[in-house]
């Protein structure tokens, strides 16, 4: 039912509803879902999604900055070789030098350490002694029984002059027994015994003869002996064949190793070079002996001269920690740059190895080397000056 409601001229007319009540449901209508109990997500602070696009802007910004550099880098590297002559190839690898291992002879017990890692020791210095007491102990064993063998040879010796002299006698005696025999002034019997004397005196004499050399192989035997010991002793003294420096010390004084343990190992100094890896088409260009320098990473304005020393006669699989020239080059050439023996030696202190760096070779003699790859090293100081000369 609508309301009605009388206006001033005392007609009714319906009452309007009120908006405010139009806008309230009724209580006693359902209401489906209503507002004040939907419930509403928390408002969102935004953190999160800044946090993950400022990562991912830096995460960006670093792959741009390593690409562009390796891209940089990679680019003025190949426009920096491109100025290379026609004759000239060049491959990077390492400075390396020969190793050399001190070992025993023998086994027995390290005694002393003369030197250690990083020292720099000369050809015929002692560097390491091993425990030689028993040795010699045994040398003065053999010693004494050379001593021993001698006095057997003398009495062989003697003992042979008299048998000689019995044998002389009996022999004289002999003759006498016959002569007489033959005249019939003797008899048949004292004959048979003059010749059995004979005999014996001839048997004792061989035998004698044969005591004497027998004493003279045990005076030989025992001589040797001592010979033996002697290099037992002098070989457990070791000593650097070469000059060289100290790489690794492998064992502490007092341990007991067994003969051929590595004691030491150090690295020729005479024989230093870079191994570097060139495709076949480069490779068949290059002769023994060809020129090369060499060029160190760590001193990129000191140049180094050398000479090709060792050609690979197979061609193998480029190592994965050495850069190659071209990535389609799968099999490569192993060549070896050596540095000249002279040269090291009057910078030997200055020697490092291990560090890498770029061998430039000219297969080519009729071209010029470029004016940055012209040798300049120092004159050798004999000390390690820190003018780096040449690196080991």
């Known amino acids: 039912m609508q309301d009605v409601k009388p206006d001033s001229n005392g007609t009714t007319a319906p009452v309007q509803p009120n908006a405010l009540d139009a806008a309230t449901p009724d209580a006693t209508l359902p209401v489906a879902n209503p507002p004040a109990l939907i419930p509403q997500p928390p408002p969102a602070s935004g953190k999160p999604a800044v946090r993950s696009k400022l990562r991912l802007w830096l995460i960006l910004a670093g792959l741009l900055v390593i690409f562009g550099g390796g891209g940089g880098g990679w680019y003025w590297w190949l426009h920096h070789q491109a100025a290379l002559p026609d004759g000239i190839v060049w491959g990077n690898g390492r400075l390396e030098a020969d190793d050399i291992d001190i070992t025993p002879k ?27 007491r028993d040795a010699e102990a045994t040398l003065q064993k053999a010693e004494a029984q050379v001593q021993q063998a001698k006095r057997v040879l003398e009495e062989a010796s003697a003992n042979v002059v008299q048998q000689e002299t019995q044998q002389k006698l009996a022999a004289q005696q002999f003759d006498r027994t016959r002569t007489l025999f033959e005249k019939g002034y003797a008899t048949n019997e004292l004959l048979d015994q003059r010749q059995q004397a004979l005999d014996g005196a001839n048997a004792a004499l061989n035998a004698a003869t044969a005591k004497v050399g027998e004493a003279q192989h045990a005076l030989a035997a025992a001589t040797q ?58 490779v068949g260009k290059i002769a023994l002996g060809a020129e090369g320098r060499i060029v160190l990473d760590a001193l990129p304005n000191l140049v180094i001269p050398g000479n090709v020393s060792f050609i690979s006669p197979t061609s193998q699989f480029t190592p994965k920690t050495v850069e190659t020239q071209s990535e389609r ?5 192993r060549i070896k740059v050596r540095v000249d023996s002279d040269l090291l030696a009057s910078h030997i202190a200055d020697v490092r190895t291990g560090l890498p760096g770029v061998a430039y070779i000219r297969f080519d003699p009729r071209v010029a080397w470029p004016a940055r790859l012209q040798p300049n090293l120092p004159a050798g100081t004999g000390s390690n000056t820190g003018s780096g000369a040449v690196p080991q």
Not at 106 to 132: C, F, I, N, S, W
Not at 236 to 249: E, F
Not at 262 to 276: A, P
Request: proline share 3%.
């Open 106 to 132: 023998y086994p027995g017990r390290v005694a002393t350490l003369l030197v250690d890692e990083g020292d720099l020791v000369k050809a015929g210095q002692v560097v390491a002694r091993m425990d030689t």
């Open 225 to 282: 002996d001592i010979a033996y010991n002697k290099i037992v002793v002098d070989e457990d003294v070791l000593v650097a064949p070469r000059n060289a420096r100290v790489q690794y010390r492998l064992v502490n004084t007092g341990e007991v190793i067994g003969a051929g343990a590595k004691i030491f190992t150090l690295l020729d100094l005479s024989k230093v070079y870079m191994t570097v890896f060139l495709p076949t088409q480069d």
């Open 329 to 333: 080059d799968k099999l490569m050439f």
